[in-house]
């Protein structure tokens, strides 16, 4: 059953041995890791993805790397799957068709939403349709009031006559959402069960489950995603389980989700809508992990792709989250890590302004054609032949290999796309390239720190992705960061995250009040509420007692404001003093203030569900073996107009052992990335076999940001 699955009762093979498979679907490759909980070993495999049905890769990854560890299907504890299916549905709008049933007087909630303008000034910009057009949104007669009292009674004729009418319409999924039901759910659980009684088989959501907060649009809008995915959502989800166990495991699949915990199948074919910001939060969750081990409690992760950069913050362990979020145009409120996405990666195409200034990017030329020096088509200067123009990258193939590499067509690209436009020597040009995508790069991690009250100088850079470790020094640089953190294999970060990760389910009650000592004694009731239900979720994912715990948090405001403030709490019974005295602080880290003697109201109460799941200590690298054995050739490489070419080292990161220091300038390659040490930097690995970046005199990294700058 899925919870020993999580909770590691389910037992291994002929050998005794116990794997976990963590399987990461992206757009191009479906990246897997594996751990045997006995050795430690992991080994890591990638597969091409399959778009049309990604669960026919997740199976080919599955085999593919069983027999690499030469590993029986019995032997698989777990199974861990990150999927971007939810959020492609939505992009791509295929989706089942939806229905709506809502308070009379709401229809048109969806449309009107907040009336913000994103793009003030441009007019080509417009709003995405909602995924349920009005014919298809219905009104009901009924009304509670915001604190809970029946206004007017659910007509329960006017529900079966929209039911049949919706399932006359060929509907699959119904999304009921009525104005007041995040106080009392009563209406929307009349209304479900006239529905499964006069259809049977429709798909239902009710806003009352999916998103139990006031603030109608956003649990409309979450709510109505929720039922559009969910018939297909399901239908995939079947599929993965039927393949899984075609391919002779027992263990169910779990899904992570946009918290950066897992979920079983059941609870994702409940609410699908979580996984529709999952995608690269098992990266972050693994960093937070690997990043603390490492003596890294406070980091920025940075994880670039082929298409985008996604960058986060780590503070004491913890990933920051946020509430809200938007998939396709369309908010999603759920609880999730906070990501900042941007549309630089490896493939972003280089092009010129109306004033003829450099651009990177958002375009990328994906993974088909791909960049001018995979010799697959592509035509466009990208970053990554800019990085092979540089001799960052390898000449000659990538992947150990496996990819070949045309250099020549590379520099032929931006020699007739960058350089001459602009009047600039080749490797000028391509330089050009690398520091207005670092740029890019750059404001998005302050983003994500100055301008959200942190200080950049405190945390380390921690690089994962196929290209992050190729671009964090310069990153660092760029932002004041002092301490690079590169983990082992970073390009199946995301996969190993998944290993890493806890099975965890958020819950919720809004009560808006002035926050006072009768308040607070309330919040009490609503958290233990909550924690009845945390354990009954538990109790079905069948997770032990001793591996149980429950995180709490608050959201509060001064009055009069509009929008909330998060305060995590040590425990629900947190006396009120505290309460407010963390709020005040979170309020002037977040906003650079507080206002002493202002009344402040309470919003939500949160609480998180955690089940710790067994995490077997990784093998380290080799302990033996000398740095010049891991030297594998050289070089010339072009850093910075400063420094010029420099015969540069090679290293295979493979080879080289725990302890190891390096002095740059030097290169040190690995299947799925390359980590570039420039002059001034030493690099070290520690005992997991993180490579550390530092900057050996802090002026040394400031003219690198200077040098960086003017080039």
């Keep these: 059953m899925s919870g020993a699955n999580a909770s590691g009762g389910q037992p291994g093979g002929k050998t005794g041995r116990r794997l976990r498979i963590g399987v990461d679907v992206g757009g191009t490759f479906t990246d897997l ?47 861990g799957h990150g999927t971007t299916v939810a959020t492609n549905m939505v992009i791509e709008r295929r989706g089942a068709r939806t229905g709506m049933l809502t308070t009379k007087g709401f229809r048109d909630v969806l449309e009107i939403a907040r009336q913000t303008r994103p793009h003030l000034y441009d007019y080509s910009v417009r709003r995405p349709e909602p995924l349920v057009p009005r014919r298809r949104r219905i009104e009901i007669a009924e009304r509670m009031s915001a604190e809970g009292g029946v206004l007017r009674p659910i007509d329960a004729a006017e529900v079966e006559a929209a039911a049949r009418g919706l399932a006359e319409a060929g509907v699959e999924a119904i999304a009921i959402g009525f104005l007041h039901a995040w106080r009392d759910p009563a209406h929307e659980q009349a209304a479900r069960r006239v529905v499964e009684r006069v259809a049977p088989g429709i798909y239902l959501s009710l806003s009352s489950e999916v998103l139990p907060e006031f603030r109608e649009f956003d649990r409309f809008s979450t709510t109505v995603l929720n039922a559009y995915v969910g018939p297909r959502m399901a239908g995939y989800l079947e599929r993965l389980l039927g393949r899984v166990r075609g391919a002779g495991i027992a263990a169910e699949p779990y899904t992570i989700h946009s918290n950066g915990g897992l979920m079983s199948v059941a609870t994702a074919r409940l609410c699908p809508v979580r996984t529709c910001l999952s995608g690269p939060a098992a990266g972050v969750n693994g960093a937070a992990v690997v990043a603390t081990a490492a ?7 940075f994880d670039v792709g082929g298409t985008s950069t996604d ?3 780590i503070v004491d362990g913890q990933a920051t989250s946020t509430g809200a979020r938007e998939v396709a145009g369309h908010p999603v409120k759920v609880p999730a890590i906070g990501i900042d996405v941007i549309g630089a990666g490896g493939g972003s195409v280089a092009w010129m302004d ?28 990208t970053l990554t032949d800019a990085n092979i123009v540089l001799g960052r990258l390898d000449q000659s193939a990538l992947l150990r290999g496996k990819m070949p590499v045309d250099a020549a067509a590379a520099r032929r690209a931006i020699e007739e796309r960058v350089a001459k436009p602009l009047g600039l020597p080749l490797a000028v040009a391509a330089l050009g390239m690398v520091r207005v995508a670092v740029a890019n790069m750059g404001r998005a991690i302050r983003g994500v720190t100055t301008e959200r009250g942190f200080s950049p100088e405190r945390f380390a850079l921690f690089a994962y992705g196929g290209a992050g470790p190729l671009h964090a020094t310069e990153v660092a640089a760029e932002c004041g960061i002092p301490v690079v953190v590169v983990p082992r294999e970073p390009g199946t970060m995301c996969a190993r995250g998944i290993l890493l990760a806890d099975v965890a389910l958020d819950f919720v009650r809004s009560d808006i009040a002035p926050l006072d000592a009768a308040v607070w004694a309330r919040a009490g009731g609503h958290f233990a509420d909550m924690a009845r239900e945390a354990e009954a979720w538990l109790d079905s994912e069948r997770i032990p007692a001793e591996r149980r715990v429950h995180r709490v948090a608050v959201e509060l405001r001064y009055e009069g404001q509009n929008h909330e403030v998060r305060v995590p709490l040590d425990k629900a019974a947190t006396p009120l003093e505290q309460v407010l005295a963390g709020f005040a602080a979170e309020h002037e880290r977040a906003y650079g203030y507080a206002i002493p ?29 000398t740095v010049e054995a891991a030297r594998i050739g050289t070089r010339t490489v072009y850093y910075d107009a400063r420094r010029g070419w420099r015969e540069t080292p090679i290293y295979d990161r493979d080879a080289l052992p725990v302890g190891a220091r390096l002095a740059g300038p030097a290169i040190i390659e690995e299947m799925s990335a390359t980590t570039v040490v420039f002059p001034g930097q030493s690099a070290a690995l520690d005992a997991d076999g993180n490579i550390i970046l530092r900057f050996e005199e802090r002026t040394d990294r400031r003219e690198a940001g200077r040098a960086h700058a003017h080039a």
């Design 354 to 381: 109306d004033g003829g200034a450099l651009k990177m990017g958002p375009r990328s030329v994906g993974a088909d054609p791909g960049p001018v020096a995979y010799g697959r088509g592509g035509t466009e200067a």
């Design 33 to 79: 890791a594996m751990v045997d909980e006995t050795t430690g070993r992991i080994l890591f495999h990638k597969v091409p993805s399959t778009p049309a049905d990604p669960s026919q890769a997740i199976e080919a990854g599955i085999l593919g790397i069983l027999a690499l560890a030469k590993g029986d299907p019995k032997e698989v504890a777990f199974v």
């Design 597 to 625: 003697g202002r009344a402040v109201e309470l919003v939500n109460c949160r609480l998180t569900a955690i089940g710790r799941v067994p995490r077997a200590e990784p093998e380290p690298p080799p302990a033996t073996g």
């Design 311 to 313: 960058v986060s913050v």
């Design 295 to 301: 003596g890294f409690p406070d980091v920025v992760t």
